[in-house]
């Protein structure tokens, strides 16, 4: 059984950074691709960044040039990075690992908000 644990949100001003860890449990980290989403009140969860066992990353539009995702294949760890936050970045953030297009496994989330 994978777990996935996210830290690393907060309450943050807008034009600031967070940084969001997720840690996964298990030897199939390495292998997998592994994505955040994020739902914000009354909206459907929306992927945010993936990156792919190789590194090859892919993001939404609206986070293009602010988020950046990596990973640590040797601390079974995915980061994202975001910076330039703004009110609209407000929303529980989840890390998924991929396993096939139907399948994955999520974390529990972690609150972000941004104040304007």
Sequence with gaps: QVQLVESGGGLVQAGGSLRLSCAASGSIFRLNAMAWYRQAPGKQRELV???TSGG????????????????????NMVYLQMNSLKPEDTAV???????TTVVGFWGQGTQVIVSS
């Design 56 to 75: 090859t990353t892919k993001y939404g539009d609206s986070v293009k040039g602010r988020f950046t995702i990596s990973r640590d294949n040797a601390k």
């Design 49 to 51: 960044a993936n990156i």
């Design 93 to 99: 953030y989840y890390c998924k690992m991929i396993i």
